[in-house]
């Protein structure tokens, strides 16, 4: 039973546009949040983590987390064709006392010129 | 770059053959994973290691086992390949200790069971 679910997409917008990926969870305890990017045929790259409620901003990204929803979502500003990938949320989940990455299945987006 | 290799990077081999991948770090990070990568289901964990002989089982662990005998080497067996097994393989690494417990990914194994 997956734990970390996303919308597989895929998200079409285009050039210029905001794009905003979501992402939901179901461990309450979980503490620790990544986006990651992965293009077709590479592998994974974080773009962002997140610990703390609230907005973190790093150039066009915004990752933005709420614990009492058990949300966290990625937003990319001015997005490029270049952003077209797949985005990976990950949640460290508790299990057998380490917590352990789980990943969403992932959303592609395009973004079209 | 996070220094993450593999071995092979790719692999085709019989159904019934044993296959052993290599994943090989020079970061001395403490947490060792293997995922599998499947169309339409993301990354599952198969495996992962939190140091030298210490392993545990993750989502998708029957039919393959892991070994850590030294910090930077984390061996994934099948050890009798079967069609289902057919995936890209991904080893990950990250410390906990540090200011992050961020992950960094090798490049991938691609094997196909024929």
């Known amino acids: ?113 | 770059d996070a220094g993450i290799t593999q071995s092979p990077r790719h692999k085709v081999t019989e159904t019934g053959t044993p296959v052993t991948l290599r994943c090989h770090q020079t970061e001395n990070h403490r947490y060792m994973y293997w995922y599998r990568q499947d169309p339409g289901h993301g990354l599952r964990l198969i495996h992962y290691s939190y140091g030298v002989k210490d392993t545990d089982k993750g989502e998708v662990s029957d039919g393959y086992s892991v070994s850590r005998s030294k910090t930077e080497d984390f061996l994934l067996t099948l050890e009798s390949a079967t069609s289902s097994q057919t995936s890209v393989y991904f080893c990950a690494i990250s410390d906990p200790g540090l200011k992050t417990d961020t992950q960094y990914f090798g490049p991938g194994t691609r094997l196909t069971v024929l």
């Not at chain 1, 066009?60 to 064709?81: E, G, H």
């Open chain 1, 1 to 113: 039973q997956k734990e970390v679910e996303q919308n597989s997409g895929p998200l079409s917008v285009p050039e210029g546009a905001i794009a905003s990926l979501n992402c939901t969870y179901s461990d309450r305890g979980s503490q620790s949040f990544f986006w990651y990017r992965q293009y077709s045929g590479k592998s994974p790259e974080l773009i962002m983590f997140i610990y703390s409620n609230g907005d973190k901003e790093d150039g066009r990204f915004t990752a933005q987390l709420n614990k009492a929803s058990q949300y966290v979502s990625l937003l990319i500003r001015d997005s490029q064709p270049s952003d077209s990938a797949t985005y990976l949320c990950a949640v460290n989940l508790e299990s057998g006392g380490s917590y352990i990455p789980t990943f969403g299945r992932g959303t592609s987006l395009i973004v079209h010129p």
